[in-house]
Structures are given as structure tokens and as C-alpha cells.
Antibody, heavy 121, light 108 residues
Framework: QITLKESGPTVVKPTQTLTLTCTFS??????????VGWIRQPPGQALEWLALIYWDGAKRYGPSLKSRLTITKDTSKNQVVLTMTNMDPVDTATYYCVHTSDSIRGAFDPWGQGILVTVSS | DIQMTQSPSSLSASVGDRVTITCRAS??????LNWYQQKPGKAPKLLIY???SLQSWVPSRFKGSGSGTDFSLTISSLQPEDFATYYCLQSFNTPPWTFGQGTKVEMK
């Protein structure tokens, strides 16, 4: 059974850097085709795809936030870390990490429970 | 980047109704289209991948269709547990990928 769980601060101040960790089980990020991604959802709004890292270390970012995002993996710890710089109140959202496989492109399954991050001074 | 236009943004329907949600891509995406279902306060769940393949947990009243630029999600007979928000996601080529704006299916 694959599970993922997001962790990190639930409140950050404007201009700070957000660091979120996705800790997963039930799969290895060293297995061919496997990937872990991040998706966010502002309160009452739509989903936004943020970033993805694959088993081979390839990284992909959404264009609107690309300059502020970094995604890394620690295969030995079964963790993926997303950092987002220069946080702003508009970045207030629930952040989800997801499992995916390149063999079924775009199929994010399952999702973590999500973590609500509020940006406020 | 590929844009996804999803419609309607919301709809009201009754149990037993037939419901159709559409997504239109700004360019051809073949069948690289996935549908997600999200219930209030919960993470989304993958419903349909590759335009028409149902996840194992999805009842047969759900149907995904389309290719190229036009796609649809149809619920043949709406059930109480189907009231939710539905999102499409295009996954053509390498990321970035884009979600539609969502369709909230509400009880009439």
C-alpha cells in the first residue's frame, strides 16, 4: 500500500522560504518510471500543478512558479522536499504530494492528506 | 503552455440525472487527459486516466471519452456519493501539466 504524508510549517511569514517534506512508503523512488510531485490548492480554488521529480533525478516545474521552486529527493529516507522562496499571502494553500508513474502520464495516485500553509505576518 | 477550459464551473443535478462535464485543450493532447474527483475537505482521487480508463474503484456509471482537444466526463445516473468537484488534467508531453478550473456538482 502506497502512502504519502506532507510535513512542514503551517504558518510562514511573507518573504520567508517554505520547506515542505513528503515522506512516503510502499514504493521506492529509485524504481524506474516512478515520480513524486507537488500540487497546491488555495482555499476554495482550483488545483495547481507545481513540481515533479522522477526516479532518475529529472525535475520538472510549473512555469508560473519555476523561479521560486526547488524539488529534491532523498531516496534512502523515502522523502521528497519542496522549497518555495519569497512566500506571499497569495501562496496560502493546501499543498499535496502525490505518487505517479511515467508509464501512466499524469496519473497522480495516491495523494497525501495535504498540509494547509498560511502566509501571514 | 497548454490551457484547459473546463465547463461548466458548477451544475445542480438530482439523483438519477445524467451529468456531463467537458474539458477543452488549447492544442491537441491526444488522449493524455485525466479526471480527478475531490470531496470537501479531502484530497483529490484519480478517477479516470488516459481519457477513458477507469480506476479500479470507479463505478461503471462513470465514463470518460474524447481525444485531441475535446473531452468529456459523463455520469450516467448520478448517485449521492458523486456530489463532488471534478477536475481534468492534461499530461501531454513532458511537464508542465495543467488542471482545468474544476466543476462542482451540487444537489438540486
Amino acid at each position: 500500500q502506497i502512502t504519502l504524508k506532507e510535513s512542514g510549517p503551517t504558518v510562514v511569514k511573507p518573504t520567508q522560504t517554505l520547506t515542505l517534506t513528503c515522506t512516503f512508503s510502499g514504493f521506492s523512488l529509485s524504481t524506474t518510471t516512478v515520480g513524486v510531485g507537488w500540487i497546491r490548492q488555495p482555499p476554495g480554488q482550483a488545483l495547481e500543478w507545481l513540481a515533479l521529480i522522477y526516479w532518475d533525478g529529472a525535475k520538472r516545474y510549473g512555469p508560473s512558479l519555476k523561479s521560486r521552486l526547488t524539488i529534491t529527493k532523498d531516496t534512502s529516507k523515502n522523502q521528497v522536499v519542496l522549497t518555495m522562496t519569497n512566500m506571499d499571502p497569495v501562496d496560502t494553500a493546501t499543498y499535496y504530494c502525490v505518487h505517479t508513474s511515467d508509464s501512466i502520464r499524469g496519473a497522480f495516485d495516491p495523494w497525501g492528506q495535504g498540509i494547509l500553509v498560511t502566509v501571514s505576518s | 503552455d497548454i490551457q484547459m477550459t473546463q465547463s461548466p464551473s458548477s451544475l445542480s443535478a438530482s439523483v438519477g440525472d445524467r451529468v456531463t462535464i467537458t474539458c477543452r485543450a488549447s492544442q491537441s493532447i491526444s488522449t493524455f487527459l485525466n479526471w480527478y474527483q475531490q470531496k470537501p475537505g479531502k484530497a483529490p482521487k484519480l478517477l479516470i486516466y488516459a481519457a477513458s480508463s477507469l480506476q479500479s474503484w470507479v463505478p461503471s456509471r462513470f465514463k470518460g471519452s474524447g481525444s485531441g482537444t475535446d473531452f468529456s466526463l459523463t455520469i450516467s445516473s448520478l448517485q449521492p456519493e458523486d456530489f463532488a468537484t471534478y477536475y481534468c488534467l492534461q499530461s501531454f508531453n513532458t511537464p508542465p501539466w495543467t488542471f482545468g478550473q474544476g466543476t462542482k456538482v451540487e444537489m438540486k
